[in-house]
């Protein structure tokens, strides 16, 4: 496994206050990661530096075989070169059809030929029913999204997000509001989609992280205070005081 993304020695304050302190983290491609860390540890701050919404004060973030910066790219370039975040709250086109969300993620594929090569051809067709199937949702391919449930929108918007074909992926607290059968279901497609991408998973919910069976990085001020397996994260005395103890 290649390493996709290296970050080294970042630290950001907010008015004075660190918000992230000497972080560094490394995520391979494809491989399955989680974050977890008590309000306030930094993980979403985490995620804006890798993004590119929140700037460092010092540190290195470096992506890709030709070792870019990504500090010293745009948001949108950073999303253009196949970082992709879920944020919590399901976003799709409500009025669409499943179908029709998931061409329209197609046809918003980032790179310069994509957009003629997808457009109403048969291989776009059948990507559509590649990711329908990945995500679990090719019976519902013509439901109206609005009528989907909470998890069935959270699964469509992976879906979309998949269609652009991120390298890296971000998902915030994907379990949250989802019944049991739902949290199922998403270890199930986070665990399909880490077979070819990288995905960073920040999650709360300790059941769903240990159905993930992945490396686990604990945050706490700022900083990496364990990483390892569930069970080796969670035996550490420190990560028992600080976050698990409360
Ligand atoms: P988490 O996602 O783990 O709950 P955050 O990354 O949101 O943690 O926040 C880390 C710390 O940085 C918190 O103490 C938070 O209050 C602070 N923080 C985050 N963003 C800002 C900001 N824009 N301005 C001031 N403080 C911030």
Redesign the pocket.
Known sequence: MKTLLEMSGVSVS??G?K?INNLSFQIGEPELRAII?P????????MDIITGKTRPDSGTVIYGEKSISLLKMSESQIAMAGVGRKFQKPTVFEAQTVRENLAMALKNRRGPFDVLLYRKTSRGAKRIEELAETIGLTDALPRIAGELSHGQKQWLEIGMLLAQDPRLLLVDEPAAGMTPAEREHTTDLLKRAAKKHAVVVVEHDMEFIRRLDCRVTV?CE?SVLAEGSLDHVTSDPQVIEVYLGR
């Open positions: 907010f008015d206050f918000a860390g309000n306030g540890a930094g993980k979403t701050t985490f945050l700022g």
